[in-house]
C-alpha cells in the first residue's frame, strides 16, 4: 500500500517557509484581520518569532533597526490603515538606503475594486517610495516574488521592498511539493581597470584633493583611511554619516552637513580633486547642492548607476561597491607627494582645534539653567570610546552638538538618522538591540521624537530589550522653534508643549527611569542605566529655549 501525499497548505505557511529560507527569523507587526494566516503560520513554525508593537510605525522603524543591524527586518501590517501607518517607515528606510521588507495582507481578490473594508491600492500607494511594490496573486508564486522581494531589498543600492498578500492567496491550498527556492545573492561590482586607471590619474596630479565618504561606504573604514593615507588627502564624511571612519585617524576632518565646521566645508569646496565613494550628494551635505566648486574633478564611486550625475557631472564614473574601488585606487598610486601631505596635517590641526569639545567658543554656551549639552557630550564621550555600546541619534535638536564635538574613535559605534522621521529612534534602537544582543544601545532623542513612539516602551519592557533611551526634554519641537526665532523674529507658534514624568512613565511600565536636572547628574544616571538590564529613560531637562551651540544658526526656511 502506497503512503498517502502530504496535504496541501495554505499559502501563509509558504510565506513564512521562505522568510525561514532568506535567513529572516523576526517579524515585526501589528495584528489585523488580512495577516491573522500569516501569524498563525509564524505560530507553528520553530525558526521564526513574532514581535508585535503598539503602532504600525514602530514595527517599521524597528525592522530598520533590525537592518541596521545586520539582520533583514520585516514588518507584518494588515491593509489600508495598518499600511499607511507603515509608510512613514518604508519612505525612511528609501531614503536612507535601508533595507528592508514590507508585508501587507490584503483584501481578497475576489472583492477588490468594491470598496471593501480598509480597502487600498498598496502597490499604487507604495511604488514611488520602494525599489519594488509587488502583489502576489496565486500562491504558487510565493517563492518565485518574496524571495525576489528579499534580494531585491538587500542588493544594489539597498532600500525597502513591498509585498502585498492577498487574504485568498495566503488561504489558497498549495502543494506541498511547492517550497523556497534556494537562497542566493549576487556578488557585489568590481571596479573597471580603466575607470580606476583614469581616477588614479586624477589623484596623482591632483594639488588639493579630499575624499567623501558616504553611507555606501559604511562598514569598511580601513579601506577608506587607506585610500586617505595613499593619497595624502583628507577624508570627510556626509551628514550623520561620521561614525563611518575613526576620527583619530590623521586624515578624518569631520562631517558635512548641518553643523559642518568651517573648514570641513573648505577643504571640500576649494578641492580641485574630490573623490566621492558611496555618497548621493544630498541636500543638508552639501548645503542645498553649493558644496563642489565649478571647475573640481570629480570621481563618482556608486553600486547605483543611477547616482552617478544625478547632481554633479563627474570627470570619472564608477559603478562599482565603495570599498573595493577604495582598494582599486589605492594599489594604482604612488605615495603622496610631501606638500600634499603637509596641507593635510594642517587642516587637521585646524579642525582638530575647532572641533574640540573644550573650544574656546563652547565658553559662552548658556543653558539657561537647565542641563547642558557640553555636559551631555561629556558623559556620551566615554561610550564612543569602547566596543560594547552603540550610539543612536535620532532627529534632536540636540544633533548639532555631537555632529560638531562627539568624538568617535571606534567606527561603527555610532548611527544617526538622515531621513528626517521624527520617531524613528527608539524603535531603531529596538531593532539594533535585537540585532546585536551583546552590545547596549543607546539612543538619544528629542522629547518631541521620543513622544511619538513612547507607548512601545511597553513592548521593550514585555520583550525584555534592554535599550536606554537619553531624552533631551526641553519641552518644545526644538528644531521649528530655532527656525522661527531666526527666520520669523522670533514669534513661536505650535512648538512649546507640556510633557509628563519620563522617568515616571518608564517606571510605571516596570522599565527603568531617572530624572536629571543637573550636569553633574547625568553621568551617574548614565552608569546607572547601563549597571542594570531594564528598558531605561534617562529625562534630561532643559531650558525651553536652550539648543545650538553657540555661533550655529539653522538652516534658513525653504
Same mark, same amino acid.
Given at each position: 500500500?502506497?503512503?498517502?501525499?502530504?496535504?496541501?497548505?495554505?499559502?501563509?505557511?509558504?510565506?513564512?517557509?521562505?522568510?525561514?529560507?532568506?535567513?529572516?527569523?523576526?517579524?515585526?507587526?501589528?495584528?489585523?484581520?488580512?495577516?491573522?494566516?500569516?501569524?498563525?503560520? =509564524?505560530?507553528?513554525?520553530?525558526?521564526?518569532?513574532?514581535?508585535?508593537?503598539?503602532?504600525?510605525?514602530?514595527?517599521?522603524?524597528?525592522?530598520?533597526?533590525?537592518?541596521?543591524?545586520?539582520?533583514?527586518?520585516?514588518?507584518?501590517?494588515?491593509?489600508?490603515?495598518?499600511?499607511?501607518?507603515?509608510?512613514?517607515?518604508?519612505?525612511?528606510?528609501?531614503?536612507?538606503?535601508?533595507?528592508?521588507?514590507?508585508?501587507?495582507?490584503?483584501? $481578497?481578490?475576489?472583492?477588490?475594486?468594491?470598496?471593501? /473594508?480598509?480597502?487600498?491600492?498598496?502597490?499604487?500607494?507604495?511604488?514611488?517610495?520602494?525599489?519594488?511594490?509587488?502583489?502576489?496573486?496565486?500562491?504558487?508564486?510565493?517563492?518565485?516574488?518574496?524571495?525576489?522581494?528579499?534580494?531585491?531589498?538587500?542588493?544594489?543600492?539597498?532600500?525597502?521592498?513591498?509585498?502585498?498578500?492577498?487574504?485568498?492567496?495566503?488561504?489558497?491550498?498549495?502543494?506541498?511539493?511547492?517550497?523556497?527556492?534556494?537562497?542566493?545573492?549576487?556578488?557585489?561590482?568590481?571596479?573597471?581597470?580603466?575607470?580606476?586607471?583614469?581616477?588614479?590619474?586624477?589623484?596623482?596630479?591632483?594639488?588639493?584633493?579630499?575624499? =567623501?565618504?558616504?553611507?555606501?561606504?559604511?562598514?569598511?573604514?580601513?579601506?577608506?583611511?587607506?585610500?586617505?593615507?595613499?593619497?595624502?588627502?583628507?577624508?570627510?564624511?556626509?551628514?550623520?554619516?561620521?561614525?563611518?571612519?575613526?576620527?583619530?585617524?590623521?586624515?578624518?576632518?569631520?562631517?558635512?552637513?548641518?553643523?559642518?565646521?568651517?573648514?570641513?566645508?573648505?577643504?571640500?569646496?576649494?578641492?580641485?580633486?574630490?573623490?566621492?565613494?558611496?555618497?548621493?550628494?544630498?541636500?543638508?551635505?552639501?548645503?542645498?547642492?553649493?558644496?563642489?566648486?565649478?571647475?573640481?574633478?570629480?570621481?563618482?564611486?556608486?553600486?547605483?548607476?543611477?547616482?552617478?550625475?544625478?547632481?554633479?557631472?563627474?570627470?570619472?564614473?564608477?559603478?562599482?561597491?565603495?570599498?573595493?574601488?577604495?582598494?582599486?585606487?589605492? $594599489?594604482?598610486?604612488?605615495?603622496?607627494?610631501?606638500?600634499?601631505?603637509?596641507?593635510?596635517?594642517?587642516?587637521?590641526?585646524?579642525?582638530?582645534?575647532?572641533?574640540?569639545?573644550?573650544?574656546?567658543?563652547?565658553?559662552?554656551?548658556?543653558?539657561?539653567?537647565?542641563?547642558?549639552?557640553?555636559?551631555?557630550?561629556?558623559?556620551?564621550?566615554?561610550?564612543?570610546?569602547?566596543?560594547?555600546?552603540?550610539?543612536?541619534?535620532?532627529?534632536?535638536?540636540?544633533?548639532?552638538?555631537?555632529?560638531?564635538?562627539?568624538?568617535?574613535?571606534?567606527?561603527?559605534? /555610532?548611527?544617526?538618522?538622515?531621513?528626517?522621521?521624527?520617531?524613528?529612534?527608539?524603535?531603531?534602537?529596538?531593532?539594533?538591540?535585537?540585532?546585536?544582543?551583546?552590545?547596549?544601545?543607546?539612543?538619544?532623542?528629542?522629547?518631541?521624537?521620543?513622544?511619538?513612539?513612547?507607548?512601545?516602551?511597553?513592548?521593550?519592557?514585555?520583550?525584555?530589550?534592554?535599550?536606554?533611551?537619553?531624552?533631551?526634554?526641553?519641552?518644545?519641537?526644538?528644531?521649528?522653534?530655532?527656525?522661527?526665532?531666526?527666520?520669523?523674529?522670533?514669534?513661536?507658534?505650535?512648538?512649546?508643549?507640556?510633557?509628563?514624568?519620563?522617568?515616571? /512613565?518608564?517606571?510605571?511600565?516596570?522599565?527603568?527611569?531617572?530624572?536629571?536636572?543637573?550636569?553633574?547628574?547625568?553621568?551617574?544616571?548614565?552608569?546607572?542605566?547601563?549597571?542594570?538590564?531594564?528598558? $531605561?529613560?534617562?529625562?534630561? =531637562?532643559?531650558?525651553?529655549?536652550?539648543?545650538?551651540?553657540?555661533?550655529?544658526?539653522?538652516?534658513?526656511?525653504?
Amino acid at each position: 500500500m502506497s503512503e498517502e501525499s502530504p496535504p496541501p497548505r495554505p499559502g501563509a505557511d509558504l510565506v513564512v517557509d521562505c522568510l525561514a529560507a532568506e535567513g529572516v527569523d523576526l517579524v515585526a507587526g501589528v495584528p489585523g484581520t488580512t495577516v491573522m494566516e500569516v501569524i498563525d503560520a =509564524i505560530a507553528r513554525h520553530d525558526g521564526v518569532r513574532y514581535l508585535h508593537t503598539r503602532h504600525e510605525q514602530v514595527a517599521g522603524f524597528l525592522a530598520d533597526g533590525l537592518s541596521r543591524g545586520g539582520r533583514l527586518g520585516v514588518c507584518l501590517v494588515s491593509r489600508g490603515p495598518g499600511a499607511a501607518n507603515a509608510a512613514i517607515a518604508v519612505q525612511n528606510a528609501y531614503d536612507e538606503s535601508v533595507p528592508m521588507l514590507l508585508l501587507v495582507g490584503q483584501v $481578497a481578490d475576489r472583492i477588490v475594486e468594491r470598496r471593501a /473594508f480598509e480597502e487600498a491600492d498598496v502597490v499604487a500607494a507604495f511604488r514611488p517610495m520602494s525599489k519594488w511594490a509587488v502583489e502576489v496573486r496565486r500562491a504558487d508564486r510565493i517563492p518565485e516574488l518574496l524571495q525576489r522581494a528579499v534580494r531585491t531589498a538587500v542588493s544594489g543600492r539597498p532600500g525597502p521592498v513591498v509585498v502585498s498578500l492577498p487574504l485568498d492567496v495566503l488561504q489558497e491550498p498549495v502543494d506541498p511539493a511547492v517550497g523556497p527556492a534556494q537562497r542566493w545573492r549576487p556578488h557585489r561590482p568590481a571596479p573597471d581597470p580603466d575607470g580606476v586607471a583614469e581616477a588614479a590619474a586624477l589623484l596623482a596630479a591632483a594639488r588639493r584633493p579630499v575624499l =567623501i565618504v558616504g553611507g555606501g561606504a559604511a562598514g569598511a573604514p580601513e579601506a577608506m583611511t587607506a585610500l586617505a593615507d595613499r593619497a595624502g588627502a583628507p577624508l570627510v564624511t556626509t551628514w550623520l554619516r561620521q561614525g563611518a571612519v575613526p576620527h583619530d585617524h590623521p586624515a578624518y576632518l569631520g562631517g558635512l552637513g548641518y553643523g559642518v565646521h568651517d573648514v570641513t566645508w573648505r577643504a571640500v569646496h576649494d578641492a580641485d580633486v574630490v573623490v566621492a565613494l558611496g555618497c548621493r550628494f544630498s541636500e543638508f551635505s552639501t548645503r542645498r547642492w553649493t558644496l563642489l566648486a565649478d571647475d573640481v574633478r570629480l570621481v563618482h564611486v556608486d553600486v547605483d548607476p543611477v547616482e552617478l550625475g544625478r547632481v554633479y557631472v563627474p570627470a570619472v564614473g564608477l559603478v562599482a561597491d565603495a570599498a573595493a574601488a577604495a582598494r582599486a585606487l589605492a $594599489a594604482a598610486l604612488d605615495a603622496p607627494p610631501e606638500e600634499r601631505v603637509r596641507r593635510r596635517d594642517a587642516l587637521r590641526a585646524e579642525y582638530a582645534e575647532a572641533a574640540s569639545p573644550g573650544s574656546p567658543v563652547l565658553d559662552a554656551d548658556d543653558p539657561r539653567g537647565g542641563v547642558s549639552s557640553r555636559a551631555a557630550l561629556a558623559a556620551l564621550a566615554p561610550l564612543a570610546s569602547g566596543d560594547d555600546v552603540l550610539l543612536v541619534q535620532d532627529a534632536p535638536s540636540f544633533g548639532p552638538w555631537t555632529h560638531r564635538y562627539l568624538p568617535l574613535p571606534v567606527p561603527g559605534r /555610532f548611527l544617526g538618522s538622515a531621513g528626517g522621521a521624527m520617531g524613528w529612534g527608539l524603535p531603531a534602537a529596538m531593532g539594533l538591540s535585537l540585532a546585536r544582543p551583546r552590545e547596549r544601545v543607546v539612543c538619544v532623542s528629542g522629547d518631541g521624537s521620543f513622544w511619538m513612539v513612547a507607548q512601545d516602551l511597553e513592548t521593550c519592557v514585555r520583550e525584555d530589550i534592554p535599550m536606554i533611551n537619553v531624552v533631551m526634554n526641553n519641552n518644545a519641537y526644538g528644531n521649528t522653534r530655532d527656525r522661527q526665532r531666526l527666520a520669523h523674529e522670533g514669534r513661536y507658534l505650535g512648538v512649546f508643549y507640556g510633557n509628563a514624568d519620563l522617568a515616571g /512613565f518608564a517606571t510605571s511600565l516596570g522599565g527603568f527611569g531617572v530624572r536629571v536636572e543637573r550636569d553633574d547628574e547625568l553621568a551617574p544616571a548614565l552608569a546607572a542605566a547601563l549597571a542594570q538590564d531594564r528598558p $531605561a529613560v534617562i529625562d534630561v =531637562i532643559q531650558d525651553p529655549l536652550y539648543g545650538l551651540p553657540p555661533g550655529l544658526e539653522p538652516p534658513a526656511t525653504r
